[in-house]
């Protein structure tokens, strides 16, 4: 599957974006999906995941009750909405597909390992 990732920009903090994860491919609903970020210096790190039916969430601690995930598999597109941002959520964030199950991939903090497939990264920086 391959992705595109759209929807970063510049916003004041307690603002909102929403992230947008365009597949290519029939077999996007078939896939486990997530959200990485990686700030200026710092390694790629988890921050949301989504099961194929859409059902089952994961979020990272930090990104809790302010981050949704979603999909909408006719669109073959997952979305993360971003709300009440800070300027610690400065980074690129990256989609990712993953074809573990869910149970598997969340049974600890989801690795870069887990997922074969990603997007190539949409800048988000908050400014305080």
């Known amino acids: 599957v391959q992705l595109q990732a759209s929807g970063g920009g510049l916003v004041q903090a307690g603002g909102s974006l929403r992230l947008s994860c365009a597949a290519s491919?029939?077999?996007?609903?078939?896939?486990?999906m997530g959200w990485f970020r990686q700030a200026p210096g710092k390694e790629r790190e988890f921050v949301a995941a989504?099961?194929?039916?859409?059902?089952?969430?994961y979020y990272e601690d930090s990104v809790k009750g302010r981050f949704t995930i979603s999909r909408d598999n006719a669109k073959n597109t997952v979305y993360l909405q971003m709300n009440s941002l800070k300027p610690e959520d400065t980074a690129v964030y990256y989609c990712?597909?993953?074809?573990?199950?869910?149970?598997?991939?969340?049974?600890?903090?989801?690795?870069?390992?887990?997922?074969?497939?990603w997007g190539q990264g949409t800048l988000v920086t908050v400014s305080s």
């Open positions: 990712a597909a993953s074809i573990e199950p869910f149970t598997t991939l969340v049974a600890g903090t989801p690795t870069v390992q887990s997922f074969g497939s």
């Open positions: 491919g029939r077999t996007f609903s078939s896939y486990a």
């Open positions: 989504i099961s194929w039916s859409g059902v089952s969430t």
